[in-house]
């Protein structure tokens, strides 16, 4: 079964990888959390992404977008390719 990368936006800036982990894990198996934060501050930028089995993850964006997380309802969606642009080591964006 292939993995698929979900974009996690609008974060409550104190949520913690376990945190959106538990959450996610509701839908299936989670392979990785990885949260974005400011390379120079290392405060938090309020988004992330969450990589899961195809299956799941269909089942977490129909689950967990516009669903209220830590104050917040959450975006969530399928994460692209970047084909340009957003500096170093950016591979993957949001859904526009």
């Known amino acids: 079964m292939s993995n698929k990368r ?3 936006g609008n974060l409550p800036f104190d949520a913690t990888t376990d945190g959106v982990r538990t959450a996610f894990e509701a839908f299936g198996t989670v392979h990785d959390v990885s949260l ?3 390379r120079d501050t290392g405060r938090a930028k309020g988004f992330g992404f969450v990589e899961m089995d195809s299956q799941s993850a269909g089942a977490a964006i ?3 977008n516009n669903k209220d997380f830590g104050g917040r309802d959450l975006n969530v969606n399928e994460a692209r390719e970047r084909t340009s642009g957003g500096g170093r080591n950016r591979r993957y ?4």
């Open 36 to 38: 974005v934060s400011d």
């Open 93 to 96: 964006s949001r859904e526009s």
């Open 6 to 8: 979900l974009y996690v």
């Open 62 to 64: 129909e689950g967990l």
